[in-house]
């Protein structure tokens, strides 16, 4: 395999840090709090998994940390890349950060790669402008990520235009244009939910392989808990938000703290037992223009009381490192 | 893409002998004889008939069709029934001026059109998208005659900065008589300005759109490589609306050739209309549509060039 600059090297430090994360969308007449203080940091090699429904602040926080929102959203809070503060840097500064330190995969390939390009000049684009190598030398890269990600007969496929291509086949090729300049954080928004199943856990095997190669670090969103119990070191449940519960992926899926999270994995074919019926949880997320003084869970709750429409709710951090937001955790967490 | 090319290009043979059922039949529907307009009322039969003869008017109508198509293949239009000159040589001579007013008129509409557009998408909603909006508009809404007689009243009437009206002096080269260019040109690209403008604005802000102009920013590509996908994108849309806007000022504008008093095809077609000149309307009119078709088959291939979706 030609050296196509993907060398892993660790380090113990976190190589992504984000501190009390908020985002507010201002125009005219609403003001959607869209995520209200979002915390964690990553080391090299992990993958954290930020698990919630639609809506509730998955994608705008990744988006926040590429610096992808619109004008008019107001990001508040500290975001570090490698050591580096990155959030409010100027616009420049982040296009050189964007793809090459920090890159993206989307939700949906076909919709993310321009139709008018072919695969080969998308991923070369990319290695041109981060490192300024001539084409030819871009192209000889981005056939070598094409290698990488497993996609068969690359030297055609260099030449494909995305709609010549499978769908799994797209995701390949937009994972090996995220890994084009070697980034240390991959920010994985959905990858798999546009796919087959058959093809969602290749391409899972696929992004967990390349991350033990690379060592780079995943922050991976989805909605779906059989997709997030597959790839995660941890897992943060997200919630109008707010992380209402984060830990590893064995506590998380084990035993889970907050109603939420229990309601999520009952609702999901892989926690429910067979045999009993799958559960729903009632009621639908809050909306984020006028979010509930005190627990933004509580009007869907089963075992809210007086305590969670009032006032903060407490954190409960255990030795562990796992962490809950709910009134009713002080008793069921062993502190 | 050679496939293609080639194919397109074997279907646009249909469509040309079919236009060219279509000018003869139509000229054939229309009443008037052009011998029963030249003849004097009191015109003995035998002389109509001879002179009916001499121009192949007696003949049953596919027979005419097939000479006609079999002389037109070799460039041979013949005679104006008006004046006995050879069509052909009326006809190069008013292209030649149309053509000289519909390449500027074009360059500079599409050209602003272009520009208004993005600039309308890229400020969508604030006071340059407005701005550039009202422009467009105004180009597409207002009559060019109108603004043809405007534009004479300003700049060469009540001012004496360019010329009413002509081309000027035929002894000097056209470099010299571009001051006679400014007005017909401006006023000819009116239209096209507001056509491609405004559809610039629609698919640019349709492609904005889209996620991929997100993912762009998120591989790190700055503004000036965005706006290359981009336009990328908006091409072939924009260049078939191109080519036919072009197609339109081939044919030209017979109000605008008349303000201007412009010798071009509209006026020639004009001309004919009105002396019910057969062989000058029908080549012209054949000549003018098979350019529409080879300009329309040449965006063809530019689109699907561009995107290869189109290619199937």
Not at chain 1, 74 to 100: M, N, S, Y
Not at chain 2, 238 to 244: E, N, P, W
Request: net charge neutral; proline share 6%.
């Amino acid at each position: 395999m030609p050296d196509i600059g993907l060398a892993a090297t660790t380090t113990d430090t976190p190589v992504l840090q984000v501190d009390d994360l908020t985002v507010r969308f201002k125009r005219r007449n609403t003001d959607v709090a869209a995520v209200n203080g979002a915390s964690f940091a990553l080391r090299r090699g992990e993958t954290l998994t930020i698990l919630g429904e639609s809506g509730s602040g998955k994608s705008v926080s990744l988006k926040a940390l590429m610096g992808l929102l619109p004008g008019y959203a107001q990001v508040h809070g500290k975001i570090w890349l490698d050591g580096r503060e990155i959030l409010g840097l100027p616009a420049a500064e982040l296009a050189k950060l964007r793809g090459g330190a920090i890159s993206m995969i989307f939700q949906e390939p076909m919709a993310a790669l321009d139709p008018v390009y072919t695969i080969g000049e998308q991923i070369a684009e990319t290695i041109v402008q981060h490192e300024g190598v001539d084409r030819r030398t871009a192209m000889q890269r981005a056939l070598g990520l094409l290698e990488r990600v497993k996609i068969p007969s690359p030297e055609r496929r260099l030449k494909n235009y995305p709609h010549e291509m499978s769908g799994g086949m797209r995701q390949r090729a937009m994972i090996a244009l995220a890994l084009a300049c070697s980034p240390s954080v991959l920010l994985a928004d959905e990858p798999t939910t546009a796919l087959d199943v058959t093809v969602q856990i290749q391409v899972l095997l696929l992004l967990r392989q390349l991350q033990q190669e690379l060592g780079m670090a995943i922050v991976f969103v989805t909605h779906d808990v059989g997709v997030a119990a597959e790839i995660s070191d941890r897992i943060a449940v997200m919630y109008a938000g707010r992380f209402v519960e984060s830990g590893t992926t064995r506590e998380i899926m084990r035993h889970p703290q907050h109603p939420y999270t229990q309601g999520l994995l009952a609702s999901t074919v892989h926690g429910a037992m067979r045999g009993s019926k799958l559960e729903t949880i009632p009621g639908t997320p809050p909306n984020l223009a006028s979010l509930p003084p005190g627990c933004a869970f509580a009007p869907r709750c089963r075992y809210t009381r007086d305590a969670c429409r009032t006032g903060d709710v407490p954190v409960i951090t255990s030795p562990t490192g796992a962490m809950v937001r709910c009134v009713r955790a002080t008793e069921t967490v062993p502190a | 893409m050679l496939v293609f090319a080639l194919r397109r290009l074997l279907q646009a043979i249909p469509i040309l002998l079919g236009v060219s059922l279509v000018v003869f039949g139509l000229v054939h529907l229309a009443p008037g004889n052009p011998i029963d307009m030249l003849m004097p009322p009191e015109a003995s039969p035998e002389i109509v008939a001879q002179m009916k003869a001499a121009y192949g008017f007696d003949k049953p109508l596919y027979v005419q069709y097939l000479l006609w198509l079999m002389r037109a293949l070799h460039g041979d239009f013949g005679l104006s029934v008006f004046n006995a000159t050879p069509v052909w040589g009326q006809l190069v001579t008013a292209l030649e001026n149309t053509f000289i007013l519909a390449i500027l008129g074009a360059a500079l509409g599409f050209a602003l059109g272009i520009v208004t557009g993005l600039i309308a998408a890229l400020y969508h909603g604030r006071w340059p998208d407005k701005l550039a909006s009202a422009i467009a508009t105004a180009g597409v809404s207002l009559p060019h005659y109108w603004c043809a007689i405007v534009l004479v009243l300003a700049c060469a009437v009540l001012h004496d900065w360019l010329p009413a009206q002509g081309m000027g002096d035929d002894s000097l080269p056209i470099w010299q008589r571009l001051d006679f260019l400014v007005l017909p040109v401006v006023t000819l690209s009116l239209i096209p300005m507001g056509v491609i403008g405004r559809l610039v604005r629609a698919t640019v802000l349709d492609i904005l759109g889209q996620d991929f102009v997100g993912a762009l920013s998120a591989k790190g590509l700055t503004r000036w490589p965005v706006l290359r996908h981009i336009i990328k994108n908006a091409a072939p849309p924009v260049l078939a609306l191109m080519g036919l806007q072009f197609g339109y000022l081939l044919g030209g504008s017979i109000l605008v050739e008349t303000v201007f008093n412009w010798p071009g095809s509209g006026n020639l077609l004009n001309l004919a209309i009105f002396r019910r000149d057969i062989p000058v309307l029908q080549a012209t009119i054949l000549v003018l549509a098979t350019f529409f078709v080879l300009l329309n088959l040449l965006v063809d291939i530019a689109q699907a060039a561009i995107d290869p979706r189109i290619r199937r």
